[in-house]
């Protein structure tokens, strides 16, 4: 047994989850800017994350940031390895880069209901900015 | 309390080569771009740790926020 249990559960959530964002309240009810606009970059793909509050109690941020060498929250891991915070994941979502970090397919298929005649041109790569 | 000039100084002093432009509304929340030659190579979490280390400590009390956006040169 380690010494350490808290650090040692956030590294197995870490590890257990592909993808998997601390972050200041939750998805549906943030409670803070910084972590509202990441967990809504997160839920405009098509994919599945965890979600960590930190705030309940302040020795999860403590051994987080212990843990990644990271100061600030949120902080979103992608296969184990931090992916970064909050403006790194703003300029990766900006480019388009955040759908082939989480390994999702970009939007770019015209759906098969789309009706004929629609515009067959890929949708851009650079995604409109909604978090602003 | 930091000013935002002296965190310009800071980094700019920190990283070599580096050429920062930092702005703040209250001396509490910062906004900084950050142009450095030794950012090269390095991923932007790399980066982005290379601006934080300068403010260890700082982070989340005196700086209450620092935003940040980095660029190779």
Redesign the interface.
């Known amino acids: 047994m380690s010494e350490n249990p808290l650090r040692d559960a956030i590294k197995q959530a870490i590890d257990e989850n592909e993808v998997i964002l601390f972050m200041k309240g939750t998805p549906e009810q943030p409670m803070c800017g ?1 972590s509202a606009r990441t967990s809504a970059a997160l839920q405009s793909y098509d994919t599945q994350f965890a979600a960590v509050d930190i705030l309940p109690d302040p020795r999860i941020r403590q051994e987080l940031s212990a843990l990644s ?4 929250i949120p902080q979103l891991f992608v296969k184990g390895e ?7 994941v703003a ?2 979502y900006a480019s388009g880069e955040l759908a082939e970090v989480l390994g999702v397919q970009a939007p770019e298929r015209v759906p098969a209901e789309a009706p004929a005649g629609a515009d067959p041109a890929p949708a851009p790569l650079g995604i409109e900015n909604r978090l602003s | 309390m930091p000013t935002a000039d002296e965190l310009k100084q800071r980094i700019e002093t920190a990283i070599p080569g580096a050429t920062a432009s930092v702005e703040s509304p209250d001396d509490v929340h910062f906004s900084a771009r950050v142009a450095a030659p030794a950012f090269a190579g390095k991923s ?2 790399q980066q ?2 290379m601006v ?1 280390d300068i403010f ?1 400590g700082e ?2 009390s005196a700086i209450h ?5 980095t660029e190779v040169t």
């Not at chain 1, 060498?69 to 600030?72: G, L, S, Y």
Request: glycine share 12%.
């Open positions: 910084f060498n990271w100061p600030t931090l992916v970064g915070g909050a403006d790194i300029e990766l | 932007l979490v982005h740790r934080y260890t982070l989340g926020a620092l935003s940040l956006k």
